[in-house]
T-cell receptor
């Protein structure tokens, strides 16, 4: 089966600019997650979708970050305006369901550098 | 969220077994024990998971203590491709099953 697709692979922007990341999960996976991974740290969950509804966005900095999952398939994560501390890898993952006995499949991520 | 404790780093020799420990003394009855690994410049990859009994798959084995307060991921013959950060994660079915990552164990494999 095809994996989780993310684009772009790399992005360099100046602070205060906006940026968007795209994720296409595995077909049929109802649950989708966005993670932020700062260099040297484990991934940090930003937001969880179940189909096209938000399940948990408690760790999403809503003053600058937004995410949507239209039609319960693809998802986009946006940052506006970006700050230097947003430099990180943004990972998308999907799972068949959100239950504990299903594994996640991660994409390769988008590496964002804010200068 | 229930916490796990792992060594920051471990070393192994190629073709030898590797035992990666994880302590999770505050585990609850509904927590599954999941292991993921992350190779350089890639997203995390599912390795194995279990609830109470030991588990085996093509990648690894998971040994779970009888009281479930600790577990060990076993790679039977380490290869250079197994060099990665290994994360032990407790996943609570009652919290939407989300994965909360810690720092993990960085495994290096020497030829």
């Amino acid at each position: 089966e095809a994996g989780v697709a993310q684009s772009p692979r790399y992005k360099i922007i100046e602070k205060r600019q906006s940026v968007a990341f795209w994720c296409n999960p595995i077909s049929g996976h109802a649950t989708l997650y966005w993670y932020q991974q700062i260099l040297g740290q484990g991934p940090k969950l930003l937001i969880q979708f179940q189909n096209n509804g938000v399940v948990d966005d408690s760790q999403l900095p809503k003053d600058r970050f937004s995410a949507e999952r239209l039609k319960g398939v693809d998802s986009t994560l946006k940052i506006q305006p970006a700050k230097l501390e947003d430099s990180a890898v943004y990972l998308c993952a999907s799972a068949l369901r959100g239950r504990s006995n299903y594994g996640y499949t991660f994409g390769s991520g988008t590496r964002l550098t804010v200068v | 969220d229930a916490k796990t404790t792992q060594p920051n780093s471990m070393e192994s020799n190629e073709e030898e077994p590797v035992h990666l420990p994880c302590n999770h003394s505050t585990i609850s009855g509904t927590d599954y024990i999941h292991w993921y690994r992350q190779l350089p410049s890639q997203g995390p990859e599912y390795v194995i998971h279990g609830l109470t009994s030991n588990v085996n798959n093509r990648m690894a084995s998971l040994a779970i203590a009888e009281d479930r307060k600790s577990s060990t991921l076993i790679l039977h013959r380490a290869t250079l491709r197994d060099a990665a950060v290994y994360y032990c994660i407790l996943r609570d079915n009652n919290q939407g099953g989300k994965l909360i990552f810690g720092q993990g164990t960085e495994l290096s494999v020497k030829p």
